[in-house]
């Protein structure tokens, strides 16, 4: 009795297997992509919700514990309209104060606030930075360390009225004489990474509460 011979693939099929698996596994791989690529964007997307909110807060805090010295001849209250590529992104800078300093660390309860807009020369994203001086100086009124709040912004609109209707576009202190009663900001910005570019807005309206 002739005892079956053991057959191996032949080399055209060793081919064949090898392609399809080599399709396989890019399906796999280019699926994994997207799921990861989709991932990260939900998680940009989700990292700058959470830097939009912290924004609001610490927007809100800064304006609702204005710092106002009538006495003070010195005194600044400065809000500046600026228009690039068609586009507002103003500046504001004024006092405000904290009840949470710690004079054991020469924090004072009063400090410089400025908010301001720049281009990244390198990226083109308009990036919305706030700078805090541990301390009031009538001088140099925009001193301190620029941070990052929230990136990728379209515009930056600070508007002011003294009875809530009529809006204006600027503030100087020195010129009115006197605070605005409301202060609107509006903040324009875009999702990282989002295709569809859908702006989104943070818009908050208050009244100084006024520290002494």
């Known amino acids: 009795m002739n005892k079956p011979q053991n057959k191996g693939f032949t080399i055209i099929e060793l081919i064949i297997v090898i ?6 596994f890019l399906g796999l791989m280019t699926t994994y992509m997207q ?9 940009n997307a989700s990292v700058q919700g ?6 609001y807060e610490i927007l809100s805090h800064d304006i609702q514990n204005l710092v106002y010295e009538k006495w003070n001849n010195d005194y600044f209250f400065i809000a500046q309209k600026n228009v690039s590529g ?13 009840l949470y300093s710690n004079p ?9 606030v400025t908010y ?3 281009v990244n020369n390198d ?8 700078k805090e001086d541990m301390f009031v ?6 001193l301190g360390v620029p941070i990052p709040v929230l990136d990728n912004i379209s515009e930056f609109i600070a508007e002011f009225s003294l009875n809530g209707k009529d809006w204006q576009d600027s503030w100087d202190y020195s010129l009115n004489k006197s605070l605005p009663k409301f202060i609107k900001i509006t903040i324009k910005y875009f999702q990282k990474e989002d295709t569809n570019k859908v702006e989104r807005t943070i818009m908050l309206q208050t009244s100084p509460g006024i520290f002494m």
């Open 123 to 130: 990226t083109g994203i308009m990036t919305l930075y706030r």
């Open 35 to 43: 799921i990861q690529k989709l991932l990260n964007v939900q998680s």
């Open 86 to 98: 068609g586009s507002r992104i103003d500046r504001i800078n004024f006092i405000s104060g904290s």
């Open 50 to 55: 959470q830097q939009a909110e912290e924004l």
């Open 116 to 118: 301001f807009g720049k």
């Open 137 to 142: 100086d009538y001088k140099e009124t925009s």
């Open 104 to 112: 054991g660390i020469l924090q004072s309860p009063f400090y410089n």
């Open 19 to 24: 392609s399809l698996l080599s399709v396989f």
